[in-house]
């Protein structure tokens, strides 16, 4: 047996194994994943993530087959100008193909402090449901934070 600095090999070996294995878990335990069951839900996830933010940003939640966060963190699809931004089918189904997604959320901001959805939020909101069902990754909301407030399109009888 090879010793290196007074411990066996295969010592350093098991310790370099557990080592890998719990990489990234911080707490070498069992990552507890957020559920989404409704609208409130998500504004309660995300609002740590508004509110640092002074210009229109698009994330989508990656969910799994559980309603689950991925990653437990929402994915940035654009950052935009202080009130408008840019979101294209491709980028955001991209990102949640990329995560293993069983079905998105998607969420943005208006920096105005009204959730009020504008004609372009609907557009893209059709957009993206029309692309979901083409690749059969359902979209299950649209909610746009506000402040203190936010809106939801499911709610709304929009999606």
Request: overall charge positive.
């Amino acid at each position: 047996m090879t010793k290196r600095k007074g411990k066996p090999k295969d010592v350093c070996l098991s310790s370099l194994r557990l080592i890998r294995e719990n990489a990234g878990d911080a707490d070498c335990g069992v990552k507890v994943r957020t559920r989404i069951r409704s609208p409130r839900d998500a504004f309660v996830f995300m609002k740590p993530h508004t509110d640092i933010e002074t210009t229109e940003v698009f994330w989508i939640l990656a969910l799994d087959s559980q309603s689950r966060v991925l990653f437990n963190s929402p994915i940035v699809i654009t950052r935009g100008l202080l009130n408008s931004s840019l979101v294209h089918p491709r980028e955001v189904f991209r990102s949640a193909i990329a995560a293993g997604a069983a079905g998105i959320l998607l969420v943005h901001n208006h920096p105005s402090g009204e959730p009020t959805p504008s004609p372009e939020d609907r557009a893209v909101t059709r957009q993206l449901l029309e692309a979901g069902r083409l690749l059969a990754l359902p979209i299950y909301d649209h909610v746009i934070v506000a402040g203190e407030r936010y809106v939801s399109f499911a709610e709304l009888g929009l999606i």
